[in-house]
């Protein structure tokens, strides 16, 4: 199986535990992550032709993930 970049684990190493812990314990804390994981999969499958997109919906996928990104972000930050 190939290595999908982009996994919450590579982009916060130092969180690891605490993205765990907060999965774990909050509801919505792991709708975000559940979210970005199927988004960065289907990232992922686009830009290795798995599943070919248009332009526009690569893009489109792309700021979603950074958006879900950039909450996981702040929760991890607030926690």
């Given amino acids: 199986m190939s290595n999908t970049p982009h996994e919450l684990s590579e982009e916060f190493p130092a969180q690891a535990e605490q993205l765990k812990a907060l999965r774990a314990s909050n509801a919505h804390f792991a709708k975000l992550t559940d979210e970005y994981h199927e988004v960065n999969r289907a990232v992922h499958r686009a830009e290795t ?31």
């Fill in 49 to 79: 032709d798995v599943e070919p997109t248009t332009d526009e919906h690569m893009a489109n996928m792309r700021k979603q993930r950074l958006h879900l990104k950039d909450q996981i972000a702040a929760a991890l930050s607030a926690a």
